[in-house]
């Protein structure tokens, strides 16, 4: 438990902490780092059989663990819950983090939308940077060790209970002045993330908000959506239509993909987390591709005529060749219910104009999402109104902090959910290691 010693500059009595701190993420390990180095004792556990688990397969084992974007930049791509991270990011923004990566000897470099990876294109290096750390400053890390349990006494942290999985399991009660619980959301629960924390949370009567796969795949409905795999499209709009609203409620530029069961690719995903709860209340989402955003509706109008005029004895099922990949023109000539075997000399001016209409407004219907099994994130989580943001404790219980995925935030792809995870985990573990700290004149 914590040692006093008498610090002689600023006749403080600082009384060193000993914190436990369950789970060896990218929270987990950034909390373990911040408080050894403010001299708290730290025992790190992780149920897995090596620490940073999730942090192998980010950025597809490259690790983009941050963007080099402003600071003020993050909040826009903060999708659950932005303002909560003013005094993570107060205390440990992305440059903090770039800079303690370089300093433990990682080299980094910054691709594509300021994304920031290590410069060898290997994520264990990330996951190196702070195990080597850690190791520096005499932190074991306690793998196959699972927290089950927290023990509390008059209503303050007094230590966790845990079990030591192996052939005989052992069961152990670890006293300690706080507790850090960094167990992640319920994606990829293969890598221990499987929100086993939340019932824990819920027990001790603090409210989480309703877990959902974020930056996940989309179903859709109609059936030529699966006739469409493995097309992808780029430099196109994703549209997606609120009926409640009567507005769209999602529209951004750049790439998807068509799959068996519907969307994947960069715009789907970010989509997947900005329509989640339009998605939960209304069920289904109409959704729609224009397909040619860079042309003016003139533009196309002309490029329609140019195509007829040059090609007026073609069958009507070859209209679209120049214009569209081949799967496309298919399903499109299809949607449009006009004999395919019309000579395109014969195609009216109403009927041009719905052709006009698809090709800015390919239709489809939102169904779901997929599991959390394929989620690169999780929505919801820990309620906000239960954490200190400025020192990332929990309200009603002293000596209880939490940080990362498990909390109600979440963001979209470029590096910022790691650095979320990275800031609050390095608050939790500053704000653990002081919490016991006093004034010898109180
Ligand atoms: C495929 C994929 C790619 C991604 N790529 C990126 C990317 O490139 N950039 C980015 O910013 N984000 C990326 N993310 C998201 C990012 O990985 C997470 O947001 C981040 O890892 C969350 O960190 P965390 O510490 O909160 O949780 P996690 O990293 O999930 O760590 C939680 C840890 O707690 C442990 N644990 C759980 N319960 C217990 C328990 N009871 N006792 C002991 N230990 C426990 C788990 O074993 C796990 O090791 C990606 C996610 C996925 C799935």
Redesign the pocket.
């Known amino acids: 438990m914590a040692a006093a010693c008498r610090n002689t500059i600023c006749s403080f009595y600082i009384i060193y902490m000993k914190i436990i701190i369950?789970?060896?993420?990218?929270?987990?390990?950034?909390a373990a780092v911040s408080a050894a180095k403010n001299g708290a004792e730290v025992v790190l556990?992780?149920?897995?059989e090596k620490?940073?688990?999730?942090?192998y397969?980010?950025?597809?084992g490259?690790?983009?663990?941050?963007?080099i974007a402003p600071v003020d930049d993050f909040y826009a791509n903060i999708v659950s819950n932005p303002r909560f991270m003013y005094s993570s990011f107060a205390h440990c923004d992305n440059r903090d983090l770039i800079r303690f990566i370089e300093d433990a000897g990682v080299a980094t470099k910054v691709e594509r939308g300021g994304?920031v990876?290590p410069e060898s294109d290997h994520?264990s290096d990330i996951t190196r940077a702070f195990t080597d750390t850690l190791s520096q400053a005499g932190v074991k890390i306690h793998l196959h060790?699972?927290?089950?349990g927290l023990i509390i006494e008059d209503g303050q942290i007094a230590g966790a209970k845990?079990v030591r999985e192996g052939h005989i399991s052992e069961r152990h009660e670890i006293r300690a002045d706080a507790v850090i619980l960094?167990?992640?959301?319920l994606?990829?629960p293969s890598?221990?993330?499987?929100g086993?924390?939340i019932p824990?949370l819920e027990e001790l009567g603090l409210k989480v908000e309703r877990p959902y796969p974020a930056?996940v795949p989309l179903l859709t409905k109609e059936d030529y959506i699966p006739l469409l795999q493995g097309l992808s499209l780029k430099n196109v709009t994703f549209n997606v239509y609120s009926e409640k609203k009567k507005k769209a409620v999602f529209s951004e530029f750049g790439e998807m993909l068509f799959t068996h069961f519907g969307l994947s690719g960069p715009i789907v995903l970010s989509a997947s987390s900005r329509i989640a709860d339009f998605l939960y209340r209304e069920r289904e989402l109409k959704a729609w591709v224009d397909l040619k955003p860079h042309l003016s509706p003139e533009k196309l109008h002309n490029r329609l005529i140019r195509i007829a005029v040059e090609n007026p004895n073609r069958d009507f099922s070859h209209f679209f060749d120049e214009l569209l990949p081949s799967k496309l023109c298919h399903v499109i000539t299809g949607l449009t219910g006009i004999d395919q075997k019309r000579k395109i000399n014969s195609i009216t001016r109403q009927e041009r104009e719905k052709i006009q209409f698809l090709l800015g407004h390919f239709p489809m219907t939102i169904t779901g999402t997929r599991g959390f099994k394929e989620?690169?994130?999780?929505g919801g989580g820990l309620s906000v109104k239960e954490v200190d943001p400025k020192t990332m404790q929990v309200k009603k219980i002293p000596g209880l902090y939490v940080?990362?995925?498990?909390?109600d935030v979440?963001?979209l792809?470029?590096?910022?959910?790691?650095?979320?995870?990275?800031s609050?985990?390095a608050l939790a573990g500053y704000s653990a290691s002081r919490g016991y700290e006093r004034n010898c004149n109180e």
């Open positions: 369950a789970g060896a993420g990218a929270a987990g390990l950034a556990l992780d149920r897995n620490a940073g688990k999730k942090i397969i980010t950025g597809k490259r690790c983009n663990f941050t963007n994304r990876f994520a060790t699972r927290l089950t845990v960094a167990g992640g959301g994606s990829y890598t221990g993330s499987d086993n924390m824990m930056l989620a690169i994130v999780t940080a990362g995925e498990l909390i979440d963001a792809t470029g590096g910022y959910n790691l650095t979320c995870a990275f609050m985990g």
